[in-house]
């Protein structure tokens, strides 16, 4: 099955720097890669999500780049904010079908002011 | 993107007891996922209900301990049998709509079993 790697586990950074989360993937049947943010107390929220027919999507302050060959998938956020503090996500799934997501252990971003 | 109501939002339940969790959807969806969430861990798949046949569970999850319920295209029920301190967990339901919106999350139900 799919297996899905996160580092870093805990990521600080100064509000205004950037913040990047690196994801691999074991199956090269997967072609769906969401990436989700959790608030402390709240659902997981689908922030953006990449398909691998593309290399890179932007949503504004946000970005996520695909990497198939070396299977790895990554999430960029710019100009951090103290709201972006929360735990973050990547996801692996086949898009054939309905089918079922692999999580990533998570990513705990603190962005200090 | 769909609504998804689920209920309870938390209970704090006796060992040896059981506890049915519900999941609303507000279109019809094929397909509806349960995940445990364990504190401060990521999300585990439990098992993927299809309206109209049995659900399909994970390596270490298994129908007795939680059985799962999908009567029609916009619910389904997940039941923790038997509940030992270990269970305690937040779960949560989830429904695909990657065709627009990508998996969406039920708000969760935190189980505190004692």
């Known amino acids: 099955g799919e297996n899905v790697e996160q580092h870093p586990s805990t990521l600080s950074v100064q509000e205004g720097d950037s913040a990047v989360i690196k994801c691999t993937y074991s199956d090269s049947a997967s072609n769906y890669f969401p990436w989700y943010k959790q608030e402390l107390g709240k659902r997981p929220q689908l922030i953006i999500d990449i398909r691998s027919n593309v290399g890179e999507k932007k949503d504004q302050r946000i970005a996520v780049t695909l990497n198939k060959t070396a299977k790895h998938f990554s999430l960029h956020i710019t100009e951090t904010q103290p709201e972006d503090s929360a735990v973050y996500f990547c996801a692996a799934s086949p898009i054939s079908g309905y089918s079922t997501l692999t999580f990533g252990k998570g990513t705990m971003l603190l962005v200090s002011p | 993107s769909a609504v998804i109501s689920q209920k309870p939002s938390r209970d704090i339940c006796q060992r040896g007891t059981s506890l049915t969790i519900q999941c609303q959807v507000d279109?019809?969806?094929?397909?509806m996922f349960w995940y445990r969430q364990q504190p401060g861990q990521s999300l585990t798949l439990i098992a993927t209900a299809n309206q109209g046949s049995e659900a399909t569970y994970e390596s270490g999850f298994v129908i007795d301990k939680f059985p799962i319920s999908r009567p029609n295209l916009t619910f389904s029920t997940l039941t923790v049998s038997n509940m030992s301190p270990e269970d305690s967990s937040i779960y949560l339901c989830?429904?695909?709509?990657?065709?627009?919106?990508?998996?969406?999350f039920g708000s969760g139900t935190r189980l505190t079993v004692v």
């Open positions: 279109s019809q969806v094929t397909m």
């Open positions: 989830s429904v695909d709509l990657r065709q627009s919106y990508g998996y969406t």
